[in-house]
């Protein structure tokens, strides 16, 4: 066995593992929103205002409805995410993680797919941006 082998890893090892799985989906769906998403929709805005006012259904007008489905499913999370940093980045390094509260945003959260951002096209298909795949 290999150090990258998961049998290798003890059992603490394992069991942090299993607690932290959703942690990568959070950061990416953060990350959308902060840098690709919003950026346009918020003016000088900041960040996490953008977001709670989005949760608490004050919204700018013109947001396509692909975009506000995304925002809709990713925002809670975000700003879950966002408050779970902020404690670990204050000094707080026992922090714990919430694995529960986590896992619960993860679960009510559809998918995005490309479905669900482009309501009647196939599965898998995307516009064509003239480059050859």
């Given at each position: 066995?290999?150090?990258?082998?998961?049998?290798?890893?003890?059992?603490?090892?394992r069991a942090f593992h299993a607690r932290h799985l959703g942690y990568d989906a959070l950061v990416t769906g953060s990350g959308l929103l902060r840098y690709?998403?919003?950026a346009s929709l918020r003016g000088d805005?900041?960040?996490?205002?953008?977001?709670?006012?989005?949760?608490?259904?004050?919204?700018?007008?013109?947001?396509?409805?692909?975009?506000?489905?995304?925002?809709?499913?990713?925002a809670p999370t975000a700003l879950l995410l966002n408050a779970f940093l902020r404690r670990l980045r204050s000094g707080d390094q026992r922090t714990p993680y919430p694995a529960a509260a986590f896992e619960?945003?993860?679960?009510?959260?559809?998918p995005v797919t490309p479905r669900t951002i482009r309501p009647g096209r196939p599965s898998g298909a995307f516009p064509r941006t003239g480059r050859r795949r």
């Open positions: 066995m290999g150090p990258h082998d998961p049998r290798a890893r003890s059992a603490r090892e690709h998403l919003t805005r900041d960040h996490l205002d953008f977001l709670r006012d989005w949760t608490a259904g004050n919204r700018p007008p013109g947001v396509a409805p692909e975009v506000a489905a995304v925002l809709d499913r990713q619960e945003a993860l679960r009510d959260r559809r």
